[in-house]
């Protein structure tokens, strides 16, 4: 089996004395893309927080390459450059152009070339489409756009797993196909990616893996083939058949 990228190990996490993750578990391992489904408010937002370090943990422990991340350690910038994050708003800098706002962290946090990081951000930009769009600034560019242009910023730190949270669900419907295929492509590379979203069709496509959270817990995980088909427990049960309903 190919190494453990991402170990939880019983995190718990709270808010306001309320228990807002309760126990989780959680390997994923190099190259596996994991999906999380669930409903809203069961906690997957505040789980990818966790992981990055964003939010503390009250309990357990979360280990990127077997070294634990934790918020206010000395090694946490470090880590957290390994751990790539994409939300459902891109909050691009609008002062700043499209390859500007991707050149920033990798020149300025890893000090790396500038000819070198723009060489490389002309080809991600490529990547996804937007090879014309490097003198743009956020402003001049759709929703989809802008979302392509934040997972370029992302890849371009390099990091070991990619994390993305949910993020076509601010777009127009006809901007989601085109984020959603960047997505694939890097499963097709062979990325190491942790996805919350709600699009049932892509999750079946894409993931090697389906979690299912319900409040709080890791309530079932099994491959898409099996969970969509016949999911084990009541409560996926009545998940999917609310989306069946729904769409
Ligand atoms: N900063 C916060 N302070 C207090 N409660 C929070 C905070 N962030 C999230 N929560 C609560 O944690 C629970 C899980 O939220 P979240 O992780 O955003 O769920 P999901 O992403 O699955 O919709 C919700 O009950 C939410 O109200
Ligand atoms: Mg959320």
Redesign the pocket.
């Known amino acids: 089996m190919s190494e453990e990228v991402l170990t939880l190990r019983g995190v718990v996490k709270e808010?306001?004395g309320k228990t807002?993750l309760d126990g989780i578990d959680l390997t994923i391992r190099q190259g596996e893309v994991a999906v999380i489904i669930?409903p809203?408010?069961?906690?997957?937002?505040?789980?990818l927080r966790c992981i990055n370090a964003l939010e503390p943990i009250r309990e357990g422990e979360i280990l990127l390459q077997g070294e634990p991340i934790r918020a206010g350690a000395k090694n946490l910038p470090s880590l957290r450059q390994k751990i790539g994050m994409v939300f459902q708003s891109y909050d691009l800098y609008p002062h700043m152009t499209v390859m500007e706002n991707i050149t920033l962290s990798p020149r300025k946090v890893q000090k790396r070339d500038r000819r070198e990081v723009e060489r490389e951000a002309a080809e991600l930009l490529a990547r996804v489409g937007l090879s014309d769009k490097a003198e743009s600034y956020p402003r001049q560019l759709s929703g989809g756009q802008k979302q392509r242009v934040a997972i370029v910023r992302m890849l371009i730190m390099q990091p070991e797993i990619l994390l993305f949270d949910e993020v076509t669900a601010a777009l127009d419907p006809e901007m989601v196909r085109e984020v959603l295929d960047v997505m694939l492509e890097l499963a097709h590379q062979g990325r190491t990616m942790l996805i919350?979203t709600h699009e049932m069709a892509f999750a079946q496509a894409i993931a090697h893996r389906i979690i299912f959270?319900d409040d709080g817990r890791i309530v079932e995980e099994g491959t898409p083939g099996q969970f969509f088909t016949k999911p084990q427990t009541k409560r996926a049960q009545e998940f999917l058949d609310r989306f069946r309903f729904d769409t």
Do not use: A, E, R
């Not at 809203?40 to 789980?47: E, N, P, R, V």
């Open positions: 808010f306001d807002i669930g809203s408010g069961c906690g997957k937002s505040t789980l919350v959270m």
